[in-house]
């Protein structure tokens, strides 16, 4: 029903800043609860981000608090993670995902996934 792919990964320094964008297409995209999520080698998947079907309220972890921004384009079928400061504890796969269901931000329950793209945070 919605295809999710997530791109602007890449490799910054310690400090910088990267934006990730996740392009969805299949059906409305407004109709869809996004929430992002990140993984690095030998960790379990953390979840860190959630944005509700208008963009009117937003999740973060603590650990990206302050320095992550979740935001979203309805008319481009399109949802953003800026991520300033970047530490090299950043360093991950991140994915983002969506729902139907209209449950609390704090919930990281999805149903729809996209494929990752990779950032990695030299010192």
């Known amino acids: 029903q919605v295809q999710l792919v997530e791109s602007g990964g890449g490799l910054v320094q310690a400090g910088g800043s990267l934006r990730l964008s996740c392009a969805a297409s299949?059906?409305?995209?407004?109709?869809?609860?996004m929430g992002w999520f990140r993984q690095a080698p030998g960790k379990e998947r953390e979840f860190i981000a959630a944005?509700?079907?208008?963009?009117?309220?937003?999740y973060l972890a603590d650990s990206v608090k302050g320095r992550f921004t979740v935001s979203r384009d309805n008319a481009r079928n399109t949802g953003y993670l800026q991520m300033n400061s970047l530490k090299p504890e950043d360093t991950a796969n991140y994915y983002c995902?969506?729902?139907?269901?209209?449950?609390?931000?704090?919930?990281?329950?999805?149903?729809?996934w996209g494929q990752g793209t990779q950032v990695t945070v030299s010192s």
């Open positions: 995902a969506a729902r139907i269901a209209t449950l609390s931000l704090r919930t990281p329950l999805y149903d729809y």
């Open positions: 299949g059906r409305t995209f407004g109709n869809y609860v």
């Open positions: 944005i509700s079907k208008s963009g009117s309220s937003t």
